[in-house]
């Protein structure tokens, strides 16, 4: 799923972004200067842009192997979750945490990333979040916002134990500032905080009934033009490639994660783990797509 217009309210947080890119500009220049190899790398891989020649060259890759992809019209995160929702795919694949804010019953991490980095697979049930947190969806969201989140500040002072803590006792941003100590908390400047509830509780999003995702078999002979003549790709890899995409094609119609990845065991209770629970909510994958995750191939 690629992203679409971003939304009005991540105007700060993206020139937050391009903030950082100048600062580590600015060092990567002054690593290349005194010969830091390390930090040379370091501060590159900070500079790295995904650009709209990018992403047109993914989707033509995608297409020319055979597989679907959807064009959300704002934040592919709420596509995503409407997706699952909808029981169109059954998890949303995506290091953001926010899919799980826009209503994502199932998000998986590390689902493209797991075998290079050795990282295990994390499938989220946000059914069993909300319940070991003992909060109802827009509780969950106000949660979110009062952790940080792309559309709004946060209230300086105020961390994942805090937050739950008067969630919980107040039951709503909106009780919250009725009751909160603004000398110890004090609010952001024109914090907009019902303006990004909004956003995670109705969201832009795909129309989950127009969507068809249907699997084709790969075209061979596009692929080695773009990848091997245009890309300069190994062709037997790329010919190997197609042969197990192929594959899996004439294979079952119904296909488990389990065929693909590593089995390990479940990820215990949020209960357990309150504050890294809450605080994961926290943290936001800068990533230009997030791909949904499908259980039955070939539809």
Same mark, same amino acid.
């Given at each position: 799923?690629?992203?679409? !217009?971003?939304?009005?309210?991540?105007?700060?947080?993206?020139?937050?972004?391009? /903030?950082?890119?100048?600062?580590?500009?600015?060092? *990567?220049?002054?690593?290349? +200067?005194? @010969?830091?190899?390390?930090?040379?790398?370091?501060?590159?891989? %900070?500079?790295?842009?995904?650009?709209?020649?990018?992403?047109?060259?993914?989707?033509? =890759?995608?297409?020319?192997?055979?597989?679907?992809?959807? /064009?959300?019209?704002?934040?592919?995160?709420?596509?995503?979750?409407? *997706?699952?929702?909808?029981? &169109?795919?059954?998890?949303?694949?995506?290091?953001?945490?926010?899919? *799980?804010?826009?209503?994502?019953?199932?998000?998986?991490?590390?689902?493209?990333?797991?075998?290079? !980095?050795? $990282?295990?697979?994390?499938?989220?049930? $946000?059914?069993?979040?909300?319940?070991?947190?003992?909060?109802? %969806?827009?509780?969950?969201?106000?949660?979110?916002?009062? $952790? @940080?989140?792309?559309?709004?500040?946060?209230?300086?002072?105020?961390?994942?134990? %805090? #937050?739950?803590?008067?969630? %919980? +006792?107040?039951?709503?941003?909106?009780?919250?500032?009725?009751?909160?100590?603004?000398?110890?908390?004090?609010?952001?400047?024109?914090?907009?905080? &019902? /303006?990004?509830?909004?956003?995670? =509780?109705?969201?832009?999003?795909?129309?989950? +009934?127009?969507?068809? *995702?249907?699997?084709?078999?790969?075209?061979?002979?596009?692929?080695?033009?773009?990848?091997?003549?245009?890309?300069?790709?190994?062709? /037997?890899?790329?010919?190997?490639?197609?042969?197990?995409?192929?594959?899996?094609?004439? @294979?079952?119609?119904?296909?488990?994660?389990?065929?693909?990845? !590593?089995?390990?065991?479940?990820?215990?209770?949020?209960?357990?783990?309150?504050?890294?629970?809450?605080?994961?909510?926290?943290?936001? #994958?800068?990533?230009?797509?997030?791909? #949904?995750? !499908?259980?039955?191939?070939?539809?």
């Amino acid at each position: 799923v690629f992203h679409g !217009k971003p939304p009005q309210l991540k105007s700060g947080e993206l020139t937050k972004r391009t /903030e950082r890119r100048a600062e580590a500009e600015k060092h *990567l220049q002054e690593a290349q +200067e005194a @010969g830091e190899e390390e930090n040379i790398e370091k501060y590159s891989k %900070r500079l790295v842009k995904v650009t709209q020649q990018h992403t047109n060259e993914c989707k033509r =890759l995608l297409k020319l192997m055979g597989i679907p992809y959807v /064009e959300a019209p704002g934040e592919a995160e709420a596509s995503c979750a409407t *997706l699952v929702k909808a029981g &169109k795919v059954y998890a949303a694949a995506t290091e953001d945490m926010d899919c *799980l804010t826009f209503g994502s019953p199932v998000l998986m991490r590390h689902l493209t990333v797991s075998e290079t !980095k050795k $990282l295990p697979i994390q499938e989220f049930h $946000l059914n069993r979040i909300l319940q070991d947190l003992n909060l109802t %969806r827009e509780q969950f969201v106000d949660l979110c916002i009062l $952790l @940080g989140c792309d559309y709004c500040e946060s209230i300086r002072g105020i961390g994942p134990k %805090r #937050a739950i803590e008067l969630i %919980r +006792e107040h039951k709503s941003i909106e009780r919250i500032i009725q009751h909160i100590d603004t000398k110890k908390y004090p609010l952001p400047d024109n914090w907009l905080h &019902k /303006e990004a509830q909004k956003l995670f =509780l109705e969201p832009d999003v795909v129309d989950p +009934e127009a969507v068809e *995702l249907k699997w084709s078999d790969p075209d061979e002979e596009e692929l080695i033009q773009f990848m091997c003549g245009e890309k300069q790709f190994n062709e /037997e890899r790329i010919r190997n490639g197609v042969k197990r995409l192929s594959k899996s094609r004439q @294979g079952s119609t119904q296909g488990r994660l389990d065929d693909f990845f !590593k089995v390990t065991g479940s990820i215990t209770s949020a209960k357990r783990k309150e504050p890294e629970s809450k605080g994961s909510a926290k943290k936001k #994958a800068k990533t230009n797509t997030s791909a #949904a995750s !499908k259980v039955k191939k070939g539809k």
